[in-house]
């Protein structure tokens, strides 16, 4: 385990099951992870879609329930496993603040990102505090770190977030 990490970004293919299933595999390594970004990768080789039930089945994950407050996913297509994967996230996260769903360009109009999800909007999230965004990408160069220089950058707080002011 590795409790002094706060600010920890994956990226995942969700469509692939041994990325998927990773997730919560290194999710419990980082118990105290109170910052989480998620880069949905994209994918040719999907090897199926995961729903609700494959998530319940990973088991509890500690940092999802008890110490993730922002949680932020990048490159958001609206495939049937990422919304499955954000549907077991909202009901899980006991602290969660604020979640942000950055959408993938792929996109052509806010209605049909709204249409993907829709169904989020209407559950019960675990967290009552707690607020969805769903956004467009502020940065035009796309979502994680670009360049050596901002990647070492040590004052930006946070240094995968490229929405709102830093």
């Known amino acids: 385990m590795v409790p002094s990490v706060t600010i920890l970004a994956l990226e995942v293919r969700f469509g692939v099951r041994n990325d998927a299933k990773m997730i919560s595999s290194v999710l419990r390594c980082f118990p105290d992870v109170?910052?989480?970004?998620?880069?949905?990768g994209d994918t040719d080789q999907s090897t199926g879609k995961h729903n609700l039930k494959f998530w319940h089945e990973s088991g509890t994950i500690e940092c999802i329930r008890s110490s993730i407050k922002l949680v932020v996913l990048h490159?958001?297509?609206g495939d049937r496993s990422e919304l499955a994967f954000l549907r077991y996230f909202f009901e899980s996260a006991l602290v969660l603040k604020e979640a942000v769903i950055l959408?993938?360009?792929?996109?052509?109009s806010m209605e049909e990102v709204d249409s993907k999800v829709a169904s989020l909007r209407t559950m019960k999230l675990a967290s009552e505090a707690s607020s969805v965004?769903?956004?467009?990408c502020s940065n035009p160069e796309g979502g994680f770190i670009r360049s050596i220089k901002?990647?070492?950058?040590?004052?930006?707080?946070?240094?995968?977030?490229?929405?709102?002011?830093?």
């Open 34 to 40: 109170e910052t989480l970004h998620i880069k949905s």
């Open 75 to 77: 490159d958001f297509r």
């Open 150 to 166: 901002r990647g070492s950058d040590f004052s930006l707080r946070d240094l995968f977030a490229n929405y709102g002011s830093q």
């Open 133 to 136: 965004l769903v956004t467009s």
């Open 103 to 108: 959408v993938a360009a792929s996109f052509t």
